[in-house]
């Protein structure tokens, strides 16, 4: 399984969902550092980044505009900026199927609902083509 924009590869892939994607904070650290109104204004932020998405791009009035975020917190690992997040370390981006019960809770608020993400990912299936799989024994 893959939580990512899918490249060309030598592996078969099926889309099981859209990966919609927020940019969430918790109520703590918004208290504290105040809330962004314009994607423009993350630069005032830390933000916690997942490693490999550096850049985050929004869809404006203008057209796209892509933000580089700065932080001092990166991770490799999408439960862990989550709950950096909640721990009040800053603004991240986090998929729906991992921030939707924080959300529910209260523990993350959504923040710039009126910039959305501009993201290709899906969650897909990937398994090899039918010429990588091994034979099968059939035992008579």
Known sequence: ????????????????????????????????HGIPKTPQELHQHQCISLIGLDNWSFQTP???????????????????????????????????????????????VSLLDDYPLISNTAIWAVYPSSRLLAPTLSII
């Open 62 to 108: 203008d057209g796209q505009i892509n933000i580089k975020q700065q932080g001092q917190f990166r991770a490799g690992n999408s439960e862990v900026i989550r709950d950096a997040a909640i721990d009040g370390l800053g603004i991240t981006v986090s998929s729906t199927w991992c921030c939707y019960q924080q959300l529910k809770s209260g523990e993350l």
């Open 1 to 32: 399984m893959r939580n990512t924009e899918l490249k060309d590869s030598s592996f078969n892939a099926r889309k099981l969902a859209e990966d919609k994607r927020h940019i969430v904070a918790s109520p703590d650290y918004l208290k504290v």
